[in-house]
């Protein structure tokens, strides 16, 4: 199946915490930065030639890391992990490629040739615009207003930091996302707390959620398992990718892989 294409997309906003990076790769060379949230989507993204950095639901933070990042040297930029649905089309563990990431107020269009190496190795993906967000869109009719007036496919809390600075320092920037939780999936109050300022889940902070409102853990064990299908299309995804993520140049980036 080839790559499919959506619309395009929105915005909203997003609450401090804190952040850390996993480096599994150490050169300072021509290397990709890849931006993510949770720390295990970091470590599914770094390898040969890939450096990759986890925000733990921290703007600020994730912002001044990446900037740490590319002072000690970049090639590209990527957005990588999941992502919510927006679009009815989106079911669980869809493959996302982003033409552009979108706010309210700006949008910045992606690497076109580097979006066309991912897609093309991604059979079945889509390419559509992805909105950056600072908050987590959660309900179904929230996810849908903002589908229908952006024409958005999916959502996440980093696209729009890390594609603003790649945009800044002039770097080549791409997207892909797996779809975690479709347009139907509404997100249990656990779901918003689950993050901890490390990138981990916090069981923690869960179950602290879970005594409070009990009533919620059949949506909760729900959004668990479309979490962990999309973490698989993740994985499947990243390795279909390869090293570097699918930049074109590779001649460009310089691997460390002792």
Not at 143 to 167: F, M, Y
């Amino acid at each position: 199946m080839g790559a499919r294409t959506l619309p395009q997309l929105h915005a909203v906003r997003r609450a401090p915490r804190a952040f850390r990076h996993v480096s599994i790769w150490s050169d300072n060379s021509r290397r990709v930065v890849a931006v993510t949230g949770l720390t295990k989507e970091a470590r599914i993204a770094a390898g040969p030639g890939v450096h990759a950095i986890a925000g733990g639901g921290n703007a600020p933070a994730l912002a001044a890391a990446l900037e740490r990042e590319l002072a000690r040297g970049a090639g590209a930029v990527m957005s990588f992990g999941i992502a919510g649905g927006l679009a009815e089309e989106l079911v669980r563990g869809t493959w996302l490629v982003a033409r552009a990431i979108v706010t309210p107020a700006e949008r910045w269009p992606c690497d076109a040739a580097w979006a066309r190496s991912i897609a093309e190795r991604l059979p079945g993906a889509w390419t559509a615009d992805l909105a950056g967000v600072n908050a987590p869109v959660s309900e179904p009719a929230a996810k849908r207003e903002l589908h229908l007036a952006t024409g958005a496919a999916a959502v996440d809390t980093e696209s729009h930091i890390a594609a603003a600075i790649a945009a800044a320092h002039g770097l080549p920037f791409a997207a892909f996302r797996v779809v975690a939780d479709s347009v139907r999936r509404s997100l249990p109050p656990a779901a918003s707390v689950a993050l901890a300022p490390n990138g981990k889940i916090s069981g923690g902070a869960v179950l602290g959620s879970l005594a409070r409102t009990p009533a919620q853990l059949p949506s909760l064990l729900g959004t668990a398992i479309d979490a962990r299908m999309a973490f698989r299309a993740l994985l499947r995804g990243r390795r279909l990718l390869g090293p570097g993520l699918a930049y074109p140049d590779l001649g460009e980036l310089l691997f460390d892989v002792s």
